[in-house]
């Protein structure tokens, strides 16, 4: 059964929509250039949705101006004030991240709840390992998942008890088996009402945070859980897209762009895959999505390892030789490799 359908801005989340790919800006709202700039640069890199630290009234204009110029959805994450909330729907918001348990008292979030119905708005709730309170682990058991689990479940309660329903839930921790446990418990439960953001969260940046995020998500992927993730690194929030975005097509969930297959390269490799990737990638330009170029270090096993890439090249001992799903069909000197691909990408670029 598919969860609820949900509207923010220019994108559907949840109700059998792709999964989505999403952000934070990184830049504060009071720096209004820089913070534009970044997210157009965020919106050219295919991110879909971006949440917005908005922690004071004061950057309510600049706000409501990001709002208008902004191509991607954006959700405002506020903190405490439920002033803060009733100004970010006011300024055009469509979608904020709340915590309901303090939004000051039950009246207040009456006002927040009744404004977000009136104006379409969705609330995604959420609650991270490091916002479990003594008592909700007591509660769970001592089992931290589960509190987890529950801290998100106190606050949905407030929103149903409101008879709110637009609403995305999300549960992360820094530790992979704790999110994903915590996710498993609440999607037994809400997984056919509810769209699930997923992430693991403040997972670090490099090989080590890409790892770690990456293992989380797709875990929780593989399980039918998750309508829209974020990568959460230490880095540029470009960088979160394009992690982002590789997970779903690993996964087969998601295409965009074409996709560069390359072998690890071994003893046997006739070809500098590693030097050839830097010339071989701006080639791919205007590809359809989804479209497979294959680069392998030899001949004996490359092009038949590779039959599934629409095309591809290897090394021979003193050839590049170019494939198309496996069947060899030019062979050039090594140092017309750029060419013999360029010659051989041409007729499967789209014609803007
Ligand atoms: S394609 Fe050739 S060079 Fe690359 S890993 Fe396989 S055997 Fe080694």
């Known amino acids: 059964m598919k969860n609820r359908l949900l509207k923010i801005g220019p994108i559907s989340l949840g109700g059998g929509s792709p999964v989505r790919v999403e952000s934070m800006l990184k830049k504060p709202l009071s720096s209004y250039d820089e913070a534009l700039e970044q997210m157009m ?5 295919g991110c879909e949705m971006v949440r917005v630290a908005f922690p004071s009234l004061s950057d309510c204009e600049n706000l409501a101006r990001l709002i208008k110029d902004s191509p991607v959805a954006i959700m405002a994450d506020i903190h405490f004030d439920p002033l803060l909330a009733e100004a970010a ?20 979030l009456d006002r927040v709840i009744s404004m977000s119905k009136a104006e379409g708005v969705v609330i995604r709730i959420g609650a991270n390992s490091g916002s479990v309170s003594p008592r909700q682990l007591k509660d ?36 992979v088996m704790e999110t994903v446990e ?31 995020s990456a293992s989380g998500i797709a875990i929780l992927l593989s399980l039918g859980i998750g309508d829209t993730i974020r990568v959460s690194l230490s880095d540029r929030p470009e960088e979160e897209v394009y992690v982002g975005y590789e997970i779903l097509k690993s996964l087969g969930l998601r295409k965009m762009g074409p996709e560069i297959i390359s072998c690890p390269t071994c003893g046997r490799k006739k070809l500098d895959v590693v030097a050839v990737l830097p010339e071989i990638r701006p080639l791919l330009w205007g590809l359809p999505d989804g479209f497979k170029v294959a680069i392998m270090g030899c ?23 170019f494939f198309k799903k496996g069947e060899i069909v030019d062979r050039r000197p090594l140092s017309e490799l750029v060419k013999g691909m360029s010659l051989l990408l041409e007729p499967y670029r789209l014609k803007s």
Do not use: W
């Open 182 to 212: 915590a996710n498993r418990i609440l999607f037994d439960r809400y997984g056919d009402t509810y769209p699930f953001h997923i992430g693991i969260t403040e997972s670090g940046s490099g090989a080590a945070g890409i790892a770690k």
């Open 41 to 45: 640069s965020l919106a050219n890199s």
């Open 299 to 321: 001949e004996v096993n490359g092009p038949q390892e590779a039959r599934h890439a629409d095309v591809g090249v290897a090394g021979s001992p003193s050839e590049a030789v």
């Open 89 to 108: 729907i006011t300024a055009g918001c469509r979608s904020i991240r709340i915590n309901p348990g303090n939004m000051g008292s039950p009246e207040k």
């Open 140 to 175: 769970a058991g001592g089992n931290r998942a589960a509190g987890l689990a529950l801290a998100v479940e106190e606050q949905l309660k407030a929103l149903q008890d409101r008879d709110f329903q637009d609403v995305i839930l999300s549960a992360k921790s820094t530790d």
